[in-house]
Structure formats: structure tokens, C-alpha cells
């Protein structure tokens, strides 16, 4: 949908329908000057391929994803790759995959908070 719009500075999704969603593969990939996302009414529990979502959002230093569903089923593989801004990213209230989003999150080399249903995890710098 915004794949390689690296123009685009700030997306607001509080106004688009997403129930229906089912794959949000590479939807913001390569969006370099990305620095904000409103995914706070992102209706994501149909959604089971979430693939490089996020790659090469090189700006982005923070996501709130708190209405996401991310199963074990849910396809995720390099969701986050080449985000070397990110810092800090809130899961709360989002049905997670605890070990399927971890595997990713410790793909990334900088120092990076998340929060997981109130729970803070910090990775060190690699």
C-alpha cells in the first residue's frame, strides 16, 4: 500500500476501515522518512502475514501496535528488519506470540524497549 513511499513523513490510520485486512506484507517497507504512524485503531486480527511490514522504515523510532493479534501462525519474518531507529515499541493489550515476536526483536542490533501486556523487556545494543 505505502511499499518504497519514502516521501511520506506521518501516516494516520484512525480513519480506515482494517477489519478485513488479511496480509499486511511490506505495506510500509522502504518508507525511509517515515517518523510517524498512527496505528492506534488498526484493526489487525485477521491479519496473518505481517511480513517485512515495517523494513527499511529507517526513521520510525517508535510504534504503538497494541491492537495487533500476532499468532503463532501469523507470518512475521523480518517485520522490523533494517529499523535502526526503532527504540521503543508497545505491545499492551495486543494478543502476542510472546516467542514469535521475540526471535524477530532480537534480530535488531540497536538497544530497544518494547512492553508486552504491561511487561518491559529492554535488548542491549548487540
Known sequence: MFYNCAHIKAIDFSN????EVTTTAQMFEGCSNLES???EKFD????TDMWSMFSACTSLTSLNLFNFHISAETDIEDIFATCNSLLYINFSNAIIEK???MTELEKLSQGLNIIINDE???F???
Open 124 to 126: 542491549l545494543k548487540h
Open 44 to 47: 489487525a486480527s485477521k491479519v
Open 16 to 19: 480506515f476501515g482494517t477489519s
Open 37 to 39: 504512524l498512527n496505528l
Open 120 to 122: 518491559l523487556f529492554t
Open 99 to 101: 516467542d514469535n515476536i
